[in-house]
């Protein structure tokens, strides 16, 4: 078995990468849209609004599990775009990323359709609404609530995303924090859950083109028809556009305010060891200072 | 003390990983089916569906903690069949883990029936019965929503498992997320949460034949009678054939997408050390890549 | 400051040990009864069964930080008397400890009272009751459900604390599931979690002598009287019995299962290095066995 | 771009530490007071009790990471006055970071109402208040229970920091516990979701002068008026007074119960290596004391 799959090997790497973007959206977006399908078909029942949040924070968890020692699992297309930006990514990728990453989403979505089909049929008495109190357009992509305008829609989209990009590079940045690699994907989707948590109520916390476009279209294609881009006033192109600037602005606030400022490291070299610049915190809470200096 | 107990000291490795085994499971559902118990006959009062959902992640993690030294901690038919399939476990060993993990589940099942017996014989009034307002197997084993067909609860757990395999897989793939070795009992834990959230409402997130078939055969024998085998329409086999066709799946899957296409590691140690794999996602973040190449 | 400090210093190994178990006991009494305050003097609108559960269980972690450095972080008579009879505790030591765990306890239920006098006031009217709509005595210590015989009661007591003792054991197991140390105080707050959640609806696990009666003293001295100890049929004596008898058979069920079975660590140093032990898992799902043994 | 960003450098390292106090202050607020605004707003569909809390830990959790490696993450001006006490740091940087710390709250709480200002329009109808069924001050700053009288609000605020900093110090005390730095985000985080599990209720756990009065600030100026500053009895000074008490109480009791106890490292390091004053625990749950000595 293991020698026949060895026959399927790629050696490609951009095939490959696409291949674990495409596969971490799909994750993500199975648990977190199955857990909103969970809440919606069973009215509140085996469910609530804070299992939908944890559902979305550890989809992102497992999501970059799978796919981060192949792509980075950045996941999401804004993520991508700052990461271009900032010169840590090839430009030339952004495109492959960027329709791996819709083309997971929309996958996942027709499987937690598939999954939830009975329960859909029974919950909506067999009608695909995008509006209404049996809506289930709901379960894959974002709408806005009633009470939202869209520059308030912007808003909230621009401040959540920004929120994910600064605390993803606080997270990331080893002269700040030096988190180990494997507990950062758990520390994203904490990320993820609080964001959900503290900016979830205004229009359902998109933050992410792909995830909320590729759902979408499917949704088109299944039968909710083109409500699902009338709805809202027209709220499709919002998660779409406002997180990609929320991203760059996150981006140049962390940079500006943190990572720019960090000693670079030959002044850093020469007065310490790099560890050191991690220990602040460590030293004042133990209040060994003295002791450190005295060879022991 | 420590002395006498040596005296029993077993050193046949078959036996040790089935009792091993056997006290995994029990400890899995130990306290998922407790947590059911504490739901159903407290009637949401002292726990809610999230609850059931942490009783189940929290037993598989404590479940493995228990027993992964020296079994390895499959706690799932359908895990050792996948691993048997991919030539990681030998088919040898694959009926005495089966039937020691079914024996977990059903001696756990008499043990939390034991410690709810007054709770159950007060919500029930004392009438011990599988369908009903009053109907208390659902504390032992699963049985699909109303609504839920055949077909659809097939496809239900053929998801969830293969959903399951391909998170655990990549959790176990050092070659993509390298997580030490004590901290896969708590994310596999979480993977479990995860689906319980996504994933639960259609008919309670088996996955594991060994998990329902056992105590369904002790609700059988307990008092609640061939009910339980009739129920959702014969429903019991589902949860024991379909489990084994998702693990299958989701190592297909995984395999296919991510962990066949690793490069080798002959090629690997050419060009870089090991660890690099992983690095991407650090690097791009720290944006420290030139950094690194310099010899500091 | 500092220097102040210092000629406070003890340098006695048993009153450290007695002190820290004293402060243990206290933080976890502190945030585990103040949460069932929150929750009893709020009538559940700040609060739910689930966050007396993160309260006891979080309780746990931080007395065990707060402590283990110094005494090991028993916390627990029954976990004492368990590693006395194991011979890993000095039998000396062990009243010691008993009389400052339950002190600890006796005096965090006293700032529980303090901290929440008004709310109770408010609650009840200024009426300390035992039982009755507005009964408040359940804030400190644990009581039994009504349907609960006290046979059903010693046998709830008994299959909890084994279960927390037969987690913890495994947890420490270097030979099982070698976590570090800094993790131990989580994943034990984690079991405690975990039981509550399964495990709380009869009598509100205790699986702790000092944790129930030292808060059921302080209630009795601060104006709930007598009841506190008549209520229940009498119930006070089961939460000091049962947990010693569930610790022990805990431990021997561990003992028995997994632990006297590790291969000593002479004929596993001929045969392996000593991690390998705890291989078997990352292994499989790896399925790297082959590359291993080839030289790199 | 990282070339332009590194233009903006500052190498000043008390404007670096201040940047970072404000921004990690705000992230805190961002994310807890955002938690509370989408509970409020929604009346409870979209979080809970429960959700708060956790947006506060995970706001502290997020706030010390993005801040620690180059502020210490204070984030609390009564923790910065604790840690100055001790001689663990300069009193001449108190007031710097006490006034980045209350700006960074003052600019979170504006931008939460950037956020939601369709939210508490429609909630509110556009009538901002203090007190009264569509009261909305609360979102932003901490008023009393009714109940609650003024010295029952400094106890419980005394109590919650004494808590706060009791388990802090406990953390970061290396001889203790010795936590990986990378953790102790994610557990001073779990220590304020214990604490507003525990000691919610009385007063809204703000433990933390800048949290409260940053906040309180922008509401008086931004339409609520000076009944910010009435409510409750003129509460305001209570959490910027108690807190600041309650800092001193909790690590007095530390140093007294633990901390000053540990064997200075010199008679430390004749006995044993470091490593062996955190073993105690782990030592009696592997029962290995003796296999220890041996040479292996």
Not at 153 to 168: F, P, R, W
Request: hydrophobic share 45%.
């Amino acid at each position: 078995m293991e020698r026949l799959l060895k026959k399927c090997q790629i050696r490609n790497q951009l095939i490959r990468e696409c291949m674990a973007e495409c596969l971490g959206v799909y994750v993500l977006i199975l648990f977190g849209c199955g857990s909103v399908a969970q809440v919606v078909t069973t009215e509140d029942k085996k469910g609530q609004y804070l299992s939908i949040n944890l559902g979305f924070a550890l989809g992102v968890t497992f999501g970059v599990f799978v796919s981060r020692g192949v792509s980075g699992a950045h996941l999401n297309p804004a993520v991508s775009l700052s990461l271009c930006v900032l010169g840590r990514h090839s430009w030339m990728k952004l495109p492959f990323y960027i329709f791996f990453q819709v083309l997971g989403a929309f996958l996942a979505a027709a499987t937690v359709a598939l999954q939830y089909y009975d329960a859909i049929q029974a919950y909506s008495g067999g009608d695909l609404t995008v509006t209404g109190p049996k809506a289930t357009a709901g379960i894959f992509c974002t709408y806005p609530a009633d009470y939202l305008s869209v520059w308030g829609g912007i808003v909230d989209q621009v401040i959540g995303t920004a929120a994910l990009l600064l605390c993803v590079l606080a997270l990331g940045d080893q002269r700040n924090s030096s988190i180990p690699h494997y507990l950062q994907p758990v520390l994203v989707g904490a990320v993820v859950l609080v964001i959900g948590i503290s900016m979830g109520s205004n229009s359902g916390y998109a933050l992410n083109p792909a995830r909320d476009f590729g759902p979408r279209l499917f949704t088109y294609i299944a039968g909710w028809g083109a409500d699902v881009f009338k709805a809202g006033s027209g709220w499709w192109w919002v998660p779409i556009v406002a997180p990609c600037v929320g991203a760059l602005l996150g981006t140049l606030i962390y940079e500006l305010m943190v990572e720019v400022h960090h000693p670079s490291e030959q002044s850093e070299s020469q007065a310490s060891c790099p560890e050191n610049t991690n220990d602040k915190m460590g030293v004042e809470l133990e209040g060994v200072e003295a002791d450190r200096e005295k060879p022991t």
